[in-house]
């Protein structure tokens, strides 16, 4: 039952062959025997109360398609009821009181929550290793890492111990995750999710989306995710749409820009083989390979380093010890207290990057630095709309790698803060730009000490379209059969 998809256990569900309760005590038991601290918080009386309602919607045939399938969220969208820690010693015991509105989306939904995931203290890193609580493991191989930041919720999807997960992308932390663990994920074009209760990292960037299986699931949990919400001030107002309506169009023309940046020193052969595979696999399903070239790529990794830690600075500073979260046990006035709280409170990149977000909006760096970082971001988007968009546009789509190597062993960058940023740089520049990406599994790199580590395959679109990416993901996953793959 675990190893099946979103949308077959919906079918069980619906065809009373399973009841929600049934399913959720099949996933916590899972859970409860792994030991890959994918998972913060799990508290089986707060699932099981849902699963009973998701079941009572069953019976009385007030159900949708999503009723009574367990999700697990990642730890920075804040549920009434559980824990929520953003992965941080500031908030170790905060329990919020009320509701992300992706939460209450899903809860509408009638989907079952199995508890909250693991992440990279306030989303912050590519590895899962800044979490307060300790590194999340990678099914494929325990010396892994899982990725960034949502590695919680990449790996309890690979391990099947969730169906499904929220995630969030600033940087990549989609999408490098869900690359590096073997399973399926996409960031949406910003402003589609709610960034309400979702604890915010940097907030011209941060974007939520699903973590699942297939491309058609991610469609699915999509449906239910998006859609304008007043509480947040730079969430778009469209029409409601169908991100499956389009997964069985025929791919016959379609034409993918492979951008020449993507593919040159620093891409590890084994990725470079699998993506290239994978790209191989398009045109015999009727695609076109176009090169095309997103000059400013390199200058993404300045440029987002810049503008994230800023934004960061400005959003932690309402951690202070009066508000929420930690506050240091002995102090003198308060001055000391604030900065003996925030000292004990965040961790070391926690720290980096709020120095280093202050330092660039200071006065007399702000016109070097931020100002500067500002005027190369709006490039990067032209650099897209020049390959995706106009009368000359020369592509629907852009393929590449995802992460420049395979998962790396735990603690390999640890003390190499520069490393872990490097690792970001074909994630960023779609993050920068706004524009939706996913990632799909597409194949197997070795990993240094010879394990076997997954490879994803990078799909980018134009703004708001997200239909056209898991079209092309879902034809992808109809010809091979990467996505069902599952860890030892
Ligand atoms: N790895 C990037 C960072 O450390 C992206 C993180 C994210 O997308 N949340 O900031």
């Not at 020449?260 to 470079?272: C, I, N, S, T």
């Not at 709006?378 to 790698?401: E, H, K, S, T, Y």
Request: proline share 4%; glycine share 10%.
């Amino acid at each position: 039952m675990h190893k099946l998809t979103l949308k077959e256990l919906s079918a069980q569900l619906q065809a009373r062959k399973i009841s929600a309760t049934e399913l959720a005590t099949l996933f916590l038991d899972r859970i409860d025997a792994s030991d890959l601290n994918a998972f913060l918080h799990v508290d089986r009386e707060l699932t099981l109360a849902q699963a009973k309602v998701a079941d009572s919607r069953l019976s009385d045939n007030n159900a949708g398609q999503l009723t009574g399938v367990p999700i697990a969220h990642k730890d920075i969208f804040v549920t009434r009821g559980w824990r929520t820690t953003a992965g941080s010693r500031m908030l170790d015991n905060y329990v919020s009181p009320f509701d992300a509105t992706v939460v209450e989306q899903f809860n509408a939904a009638g989907m079952v929550t199995l508890g909250k995931l693991n992440c990279d203290e306030f989303a912050m890193g590519s590895g899962n290793e800044n979490s307060y609580f300790g590194p999340t493991l990678n099914p494929w191989d325990k010396r892994a890492v899982p990725g960034g930041s949502s590695g919680g919720s990449a790996a309890a999807v690979a391990a099947r111990l969730a169906p499904a997960a929220t995630a969030t992308d600033t940087g990549g932390s989609i999408r490098q995750p869900a690359s590096l663990c073997g399973v399926t994920g996409i960031k949406p074009t910003y402003g589609s999710v709610s960034r309400y209760g979702m604890i915010a990292f940097a907030s011209s960037l941060d974007q939520g989306g699903p973590i699942a299986k297939t491309a058609e699931d991610c469609g699915l949990l999509l449906n239910a995710m998006t859609g304008f919400d007043e509480r947040d001030s730079t969430s778009l107002q469209r029409p409601k749409e169908d991100f499956t309506r389009s997964l069985n169009d025929s791919l016959q023309g379609l034409r993918i820009g492979v951008p020449k940046e993507f593919f040159g020193a620093g891409l590890a052969a084994d990725v470079e083989a699998a993506v290239r595979a994978a790209l191989s696999e398009f045109e015999k399903l009727g695609a076109k390979l176009v090169e095309i070239s997103l000059p400013k790529t390199e200058l993404s990794i300045p440029v987002y380093y810049v503008i994230a830690p800023a934004e960061a600075s400005s959003n932690l500073s309402r951690f202070d010890g009066v508000r929420y979260g930690h506050r240091a046990a002995d102090y003198g006035n308060l001055d000391d207290m604030y900065r003996k709280s925030r000292a004990e409170g965040f961790g070391e990149e926690v720290k980096r990057r709020i120095l280093v977000g202050s330092y660039v909006l200071s006065h007399g760096y702000y016109d070097a630095y931020y100002l500067q970082a500002q005027k190369i971001r709006r490039l990067i988007a032209q650099d897209f709309q020049n390959a995706l968009a106009g009368a000359n546009r020369q592509c629907d789509v852009i393929m590449g790698p995802v992460s420049p190597t395979v998962a790396w062993d735990l603690g390999d960058k640890t003390n190499d803060p520069v490393a872990n940023y490097l690792a970001d740089i074909f994630t960023l520049s779609t993050s920068l730009a706004g524009l939706p990406g996913m990632s799909i599994p597409c194949g197997f790199g070795q990993g240094e000490k010879n394990g076997k580590r997954p490879v994803g395959l990078q799909i980018i679109g134009n703004y708001f379209d997200e239909a056209r990416l898991l079209n092309v993901a879902h034809q992808f996953q109809q010809a091979t059969d990467w996505h069902l793959r599952e860890p030892a």
